[in-house]
């Protein structure tokens, strides 16, 4: 069974940068794996902030950046504001048997 | 603008059947696929099923396949999931969602689905 994983929670002083990974139980993650982002507060849907792995969704400001570190893939957010506290849950394609599966997500404090 | 709105939930008994809707604006629904995801209580988001209309393919998640069924009615920008055999593990909030290069790029607000006696 694929599990994506995510680490459940995270803290980033206003102004700083953090960086959220999103792995695979087993294996790496890659370009081929299609990495997605989403932004969710509570009560509201999920908001996409990036597909194919670094490529900002309309609308999403510069700070939000995607990539692939090692072998995850990662959402940067440089300049973190106190609107930015926010469920984040990274989406991975995994063919066409198995589709996409969600991370677990991560719950992002800012104080 | 691109808009998506979910109807159709509600609460059914195990063992029932539900059909959400989800109708579109704002592009030409035609040419776009399109997915179900659903979200139980306090959990992450599931991805549920995917249709492209013009092709005829459609996927399932294991957790839904041989009981729920999507489809799609372009004449009306519409997609549906009809949910059969209901289970209270099938409690969620239930999203459409347009796929944009293998990922969703605008989402409906949600219809909530409780399965209970």
């Excluded at chain 1, 400001?61 to 300049?79: H, Q």
């Excluded at chain 2, 008994?13 to 306090?42: D, E, H, K």
């Amino acid at each position: 069974q694929t599990v994506v994983t995510q680490e459940p929670s995270f803290s980033v002083s206003p102004g700083g940068t953090v960086t959220l990974t999103c792995g695979l139980s087993s294996g790496s993650v890659s370009p081929s794996h299609y990495p997605s982002w989403y932004q969710q507060t509570p009560g509201q849907a999920p908001r996409a902030l990036i597909y194919y792995t670094n490529s900002r969704s309309s609308g999403v400001p510069d700070r939000f950046s995607g990539s692939i570190l090692g072998n995850k893939a990662a959402l940067t957010i440089t300049g973190a504001q106190a609107d930015d506290e926010s469920d984040y849950y990274c989406v991975l394609y995994m063919g066409s048997d198995v589709n996409w599966v969600f991370g677990g997500g991560t719950k992002l404090t800012v104080l | 603008e691109v808009q998506l709105v979910e109807s159709g939930g509600g609460l059914v008994p195990p063992g029932g059947s539900l059909r959400l809707s989800c109708a579109a604006s704002g592009f030409t629904f035609s040419t776009y696929t399109m997915n179900w995801v659903r979200q139980a209580p306090g959990k992450g988001p599931e991805w549920l099923s995917y249709i492209n209309s013009r092709t005829g393919t459609i996927y399932y998640a294991d957790s839904v396949k041989g009981r729920f069924t999507i489809s799609t009615d372009n004449a009306k920008n519409s997609l549906y999931l009809q949910m059969n055999s209901l289970r209270a593990d099938d409690t969620a909030v239930y999203y459409c969602a347009r796929d944009f290069h293998y990922s969703f790029d605008h989402w409906g607000q949600g219809s909530l689905v409780t399965v209970s006696s």
